[in-house]
C-alpha cells in the first residue's frame, strides 16, 4: 500500500525549504545538541519521513540520546516521531528495537507528572500493533486510578480504542469501566466512560442509566448530551423501550445547557408525535430563540421550527403557540426578524389573526417611534418587513383589513422609500379587492398627502387617487390637493416673475426705513433722533412638493398628474349635470396640464420633458377637449381592468406554487406501512437522525451520493498524456466552499519515483489550502494524492501545475511532467432563485457592472432560446408564462440567479426574429445584458452564455 493511503493521525505544516537536511548532521545534532537543537533535529526527521525517506541509521541514535530524555517539548516531538515511523520489518515482523521504545512507553505510563501520562494514553490510541500494546496494559489499567482527571479521562479512551482493535488484550473491559463509571466524580471522565459502553456494551450503558435516571438534570452537560444519543439509538433500534426512556427526554429539556436542551426537543419530537410531545419540544425550542444570545443559534432553531411546520400534525400545535413564537420578534438582528415574521406568516389563522395583527402594529408604531434596537438600515429593513408581513394577512383575512390601512398609511410620509411603496402597493391591493375600503382610503390618503417626501410614492399615490375616486366631493378635494401642491398657475409666468423679482436691487439689499425719535437733553431742551433700521428678506422659500419635482426635472410624476386630472374629469363630466360647472372643472385641467407642458419645454427646469411625457400630455388635452366616449372609457375604466386580471394572475401563480409544494410526495404507494406494535426488536424506525447528520456533513443523503456515483466519469479530466512517464487524471469534486482534486498518479516505468509530488497552482478566486504531501512511488504502482482549494466568490478560476519527482538512484536533475488546465465551472455556484420586480428594478439600478453579449445562435424560435439559456445558465425566469404566450417577433424577458455566496446575478434578454431575409426560417438574433454586483460575476456569467449559446444536436 502507497504511504498516502495508510491512516493519517497528525497533520504537519511542511516549509519550503531550499535544501533538505544531510543525514549525518541530523545524527550529529540529535547526538551532541542540546535540547534545543535535537528538536529541531528532530523536527526534520519527522517531515524527511512524511516525505517518504527511509532514515534507518537515525533510529537507534533516536532511541539512545533523545528518547531518554525529561524535556517536555522532545516527549511531545517523539510521540509524532513514533506515530510516522515504521515499526515493522518488510516481512511484517515488529523490530527489535521496538522493545527499547515499548520499555519507554511503560516508564512514561508509570511518570509522576500527568502531562506526560495523558499525552502517552492519547498517543496509544494510535498504535496499531498488538506486541507494543499488551506489556503496556497493566499500566494502563492502573492509570484509571491515577490522583487527575486528564490521566483518568485518556486511560478510558486507551482502553476504548485498544478494546475495539484488540479486544483479546483486555476482554473483561466493559466490566471494567462499568465499576469505574460508578465510582467516578470527574464529568468528563463519566462521559467518555459513558460513551464506551455505548458503543462496546449497549446493555451496560442502559442498566446505568436506569440506576441514575433520577439524576439526569443534575449531571453535566457532556454527559447530558451523550445520554441524550443513548436514549435515541436505544428507542430508535427498539421502539418498545420509549416508554421507559422518554421521561427522561422530558427532564433533559429543563437543562441549564442550551445544546442540550436543543438535541432534547429534537429527540423527543422523533420519538413522539404526540401533541404534549410536540408541544413541549416547540416550547423549548421558542425558550431557546428568545433567551440565547447567539444569532446563528436562533437562526438553527427557527430553521428547525419552519421544519416542524411542514408536518400537518405538529403545524396545529404551533397555531397555539403562535404568540409565544411572536416573543423572537424582541431580537434586534434584521435577519431573526425576517425568518419569523415567515414563520408567523404561514402560522397564522382565522382564529389568531387579530392577535397576530394587534402585535405587528405595535412592532410597526415601535419602530416608527425609533424605540427598536438595531441601527437605521435594520430598523427600515425591519419595518418593511412588517408591512409586508401585514399586508399579507390583510389581503388572507379581510376583517382585518379595515383596522390596518389607516396605520400604514401614516408611513407614506416615512423617509424610507422603500417602505413608502410597500404601503402603496397594500393600499392599491387593499381598495382593489375590498371596495368597503375605498371611501376610508381615500380620505386617509388625502390627509397624509402633503406629507409624502419622496416623488415615487406621489406618483403612485396619484394614481391610486385618480383611479379610485369616484364622488363629486372627492374629486374636488383632489383637485385642491394637486393645486395646493403645485403652487402658483401657470407655472412659467410665475417663475419669471419670481426670477425678474430676485434679480432685482431691492432683493440683494435690505430696504432701509427711517425711524424718529423725540428725546430731552441734558440743559432740558428737546431733540429729534433719527434712524435708518434695516428690514431683513428671507431668500428662502418653501416650494410646493410637486411644484418642486417638476423645477428638478421629474416629468414622469407629470404624465402621472395629467392621467389623473383626465380621470377625474372625465367623472366629475359624467356626475355633474351643469354646463357651466362642467367647463369650468374641464378648463381648470386643462390650465393645470398645459401649464405642466410649457413649464417642461421652457428651459426653466433643471431637465426638459422627456418626448414620451410630452406627448403624454398631450393625449390628455385631447381626451379633455374632445370628450370621446371611447378615450373616456380606456382612461375611466380599463386601468382597474389590468390592475384586477394582474392580481388575479399573482393569485394564480401563489396557489400553482402552493399546489407544487404540497404535490410533493413523500411516501409512495409500494412504500412499506410501519406499525409500531408489530414492530421486532431487530426493527428499526426510520432513519437513525445521527447517521444522516453525518452523511449530510461529509457529503450529502444518500441519493445525492448514488446521483454523484452515476455522473462522477464527467468529472474526470486527463491531466497528462498517455505516453507520459507519469500518468495523471484528476476527479474535481465541487463543494459549498471548497473543491476537492482526488488526482491519481500512475507511476508507467520501471523505476521508483522519490519524492513526488503535485504543485498546483491557481487563478481568480481561488486559494491552495495545504500543498499536497509528496510521496514515493514504486514501478507500475499507483498512489492517489488529494489537494483541497477554497472558493471565495463566484467566478470562473483555473487551476493549473506540474508533477515533480527523482529517480531512485539517478544523478539527473528533478523531473517534472506539466498538466493540463482545470478550468472551474461557474455554473457550480450559481442556484436559481426568485426575487419581486421592485427588487429585480432596484438591483438593476444599484449594480454597476454590466456585460452585453450578442446573442449568435442557431435556434430559431424565440422560447426555445429563452429555454435554452435557462438551461445553460441555472437562472430564473421572472417574467411569467403568460406574458411569454402568444405568436410575436419579438421576446422580453427577466432572469435572476443567486450564487452560495450570497451574490445576485440579473439578465435582461431582448431578441427578435429578423424579417425577410434569404433563409425562410433565419436564427433569432438579439442581445443579453448581465447585470452583478462584481466584475468578476457578469464576466464569468457571460462568458458561460457565449459558450453555451448554439443548440447541439
Not at 465 to 483: A, F, H, K, N, P
Request: net charge negative; charged share 25%.
Amino acid at each position: 500500500m502507497a504511504l498516502s493511503e495508510q491512516p493519517c493521525y497528525t497533520l504537519i505544516n511542511n516549509p519550503n525549504e531550499t535544501e533538505s537536511p544531510n543525514e549525518q548532521q541530523l545524527k550529529q545534532d540529535l547526538e551532541h545538541g542540546n535540547n534545543r537543537v535535537k528538536a529541531a533535529a528532530l523536527k526534520k526527521v519527522i517531515q524527511l519521513v512524511l516525505n517518504g525517506d527511509r532514515l534507518p541509521g537515525l533510529l537507534m541514535t533516536i532511541i539512545r540520546f533523545v528518547l531518554p530524555s525529561n524535556d517536555h517539548q522532545l516527549k511531545k516531538l517523539l510521540l509524532v516521531f513514533w506515530e510516522i515511523w515504521p515499526k515493522t520489518s518488510p516481512d511484517g515482523k515488529l523490530l527489535h528495537e521496538m522493545i527499547l521504545v515499548c520499555d519507554a512507553y511503560r516508564k512514561d505510563l508509570q511518570h509522576p507528572n500527568e502531562f506526560i501520562r495523558g499525552s502517552t494514553l492519547r498517543f496509544l490510541c494510535k498504535l496499531k500493533e498488538a506486541e507494543l500494546l499488551e506489556p503496556l496494559m497493566p499500566s494502563i489499567r492502573a492509570c484509571l486510578e491515577h490522583r487527575h482527571a486528564y490521566v483518568r479521562r485518556n486511560a478510558v479512551l486507551a482502553i476504548y480504542t485498544i478494546y475495539r482493535n484488540f479486544d483479546s488484550l483486555i476482554p473483561d473491559a466493559p466490566e471494567l469501566i462499568q465499576g469505574y463509571l460508578e465510582g467516578e466524580g470527574d464529568a468528563s471522565c463519566k462521559r467518555n466512560a459513558f460513551m464506551m459502553l455505548i458503543h462496546v456494551d449497549r446493555e451496560r450503558a442502559l442498566e446505568y442509566l436506569v440506576s441514575c435516571i433520577d439524576q439526569v438534570n443534575e449531571f453535566n452537560d457532556i454527559l447530558q448530551l451523550v445520554i441524550v444519543e443513548l436514549v435515541y439509538k436505544v428507542c430508535h433500534a427498539n421502539p418498545a423501550e420509549r416508554s421507559r426512556f422518554i421521561r427522561c427526554i422530558y427532564h433533559l429539556l429543563t437543562s441549564s445547557s442550551s445544546a442540550v436542551r436543543y438535541e432534547a426537543a429534537g429527540t423527543l419530537v422523533t420519538l413522539s408525535s404526540t401533541p404534549t410531545a410536540v408541544k413541549a419540544a416547540c416550547q423549548c425550542y421558542i425558550d431557546l430563540v428568545v433567551k440565547d444570545s447567539d444569532n446563528n443559534v436562533k437562526l438553527i432553531v427557527l430553521d428547525r421550527l419552519m421544519a416542524l411546520k411542514e408536518v400537518p400534525a405538529h403545524e396545529k400545535v404551533l397555531q397555539d403557540l403562535l404568540m409565544d413564537i411572536l416573543r423572537v420578534l424582541s431580537s434586534p438582528d434584521l435577519e431573526v426578524r425576517k425568518k419569523t415574521l415567515a414563520l408567523v406568516l404561514d402560522l397564522v389563522t382565522s382564529r389568531n389573526v387579530e392577535e397576530v395583527v394587534l402585535v405587528l402594529k405595535k412592532e410597526v408604531a415601535n419602530t416608527s417611534n425609533g424605540g427598536g434596537e438595531g441601527d437605521t438600515g435594520d430598523l427600515a429593513g425591519y419595518r418593511q418587513s412588517l408591512v409586508r408581513t401585514l399586508h399579507s394577512c390583510s389581503i388572507r383575512f379581510a376583517n382585518v383589513a379595515p383596522a390596518v390601512v389607516p396605520l400604514l398609511l401614516d408611513f407614506l410620509g416615512d423617509s424610507d422609500e422603500a417602505t413608502a411603496e410597500d404601503v402603496l402597493v397594500f393600499v392599491r391591493e387593499a381598495i382593489q379587492r375590498y371596495p368597503t375600503l375605498k371611501a376610508n382610503v381615500v380620505a386617509k390618503l388625502l390627509e397624509v398627502f402633503r406629507e409624502i417626501k419622496s416623488v415615487k410614492i406621489h406618483r403612485a399615490a396619484l394614481w391610486i387617487l385618480g383611479e379610485y375616486c369616484t364622488s363629486v366631493e372627492d374629486i374636488s378635494r383632489v383637485v385642491q390637493e394637486i393645486r395646493t401642491a403645485l403652487g402658483e398657475i401657470p407655472i412659467v409666468d410665475a417663475e419669471l416673475r419670481k426670477a425678474a423679482g430676485e434679480e432685482g436691487p431691492e432683493v440683494d439689499a435690505p430696504s432701509e426705513k427711517p425711524s424718529s425719535a423725540t428725546l430731552v437733553t441734558a440743559a432740558g431742551t428737546y431733540a429729534t433722533q433719527s434712524a435708518f433700521t434695516a428690514a431683513s428678506v428671507s431668500k428662502e422659500e418653501k416650494i410646493p412638493p410637486l411644484r418642486g419635482y417638476l423645477l428638478e426635472g421629474h416629468f414622469f410624476i407629470a404624465a402621472a398628474l395629467g392621467s389623473c386630472l383626465t380621470k377625474l374629469t372625465i367623472r366629475y363630466l359624467q356626475q355633474v349635470p351643469e354646463p357651466q360647472s362642467k367647463n369650468a372643472f374641464c378648463a381648470e385641467a386643462m390650465l393645470i396640464i398645459a401649464s405642466i407642458l410649457h413649464l417642461g419645454r421652457s428651459g426653466i427646469p433643471k431637465k426638459p420633458i422627456t418626448e414620451d411625457d410630452a406627448e403624454r400630455l398631450c393625449v390628455c388635452l385631447r381626451v379633455l377637449s374632445e370628450r370621446s366616449s371611447v378615450m373616456g372609457a380606456v382612461f375611466s375604466e380599463k386601468s382597474r381592468e389590468v390592475l384586477a386580471s394582474m392580481l388575479a394572475l399573482r393569485e394564480q401563480e401563489q396557489k400553482k406554487e402552493k399546489k407544487s409544494k404540497e404535490g410533493v410526495v413523500s411516501v409512495h404507494a409500494d412504500d412499506i406501512i410501519t406499525f409500531l406494535q408489530l414492530v421486532g426488536q431487530q426493527d428499526e424506525v426510520g432513519e437513525n437522525k445521527y447517521e444522516v447528520s453525518l452523511m449530510a456533513a461529509t457529503g450529502g443523503t444518500s441519493s445525492q451520493r448514488e446521483q454523484e456515483k452515476t455522473t462522477q466519469l464527467s468529472k474526470v479530466i486527463q491531466l497528462t498524456g498517455f505516453s507520459d512517464p507519469v500518468y495523471a487524471e484528476a476527479y474535481v469534486n465541487v463543494n459549498q466552499y471548497d473543491i476537492v482534486l482526488d488526482v491519481l498518479v500512475v507511476n508507467q516505468t520501471s523505476d521508483t519515483l522519490q519524492g513526488l509530488g503535485l504543485e498546483l497552482a491557481t487563478l481568480g478566486d481561488l486559494k491552495l489550502v495545504e500543498k499536497p504531501a509528496p510521496c514515493t512511488v514504486g514501478p507500475h504502482d499507483f498512489v492517489n494524492i488529494k489537494a483541497s482549494i477554497k472558493v471565495s466568490s463566484t467566478e470562473n478560476g483555473i487551476i493549473f501545475g506540474n508533477i515533480v519527482y527523482d529517480i531512485v538512484g539517478s544523478t539527473s536533475d528533478r523531473n517534472c511532467v506539466v498538466l493540463n488546465n482545470i478550468h472551474i465551472d461557474i455554473m457550480d455556484y450559481i442556484q436559481p432563485s426568485t426575487c419581486t420586480d421592485a427588487e429585480f428594478r432596484k438591483m438593476w439600478a444599484e449594480f454597476e457592472w454590466e456585460n452585453k453579449i450578442t446573442v449568435n445562435t442557431n435556434i430559431t424560435e424565440l422560447n426555445d432560446y429563452l429555454e435554452h439559456l435557462i438551461n445553460s445558465t441555472n437562472m430564473k425566469c421572472l417574467t411569467p408564462k403568460q406574458a411569454l404566450t402568444g405568436e410575436c417577433g419579438f421576446l422580453a424577458a427577466n432572469l435572476y440567479a443567486r450564487s452560495i455566496f450570497g451574490e445576485d446575478a440579473l439578465a435582461n434578454l431582448s431578441v427578435e426574429k429578423p424579417l425577410g431575409g434569404s433563409s425562410e426560417n433565419p436564427p433569432v438574433q438579439g442581445h443579453i445584458r448581465i447585470r452583478a454586483k462584481t466584475q468578476g460575476m457578469a464576466l464569468s456569467l457571460g462568458d458561460k452564455i457565449n459558450l453555451s449559446q448554439k443548440k447541439t444536436s
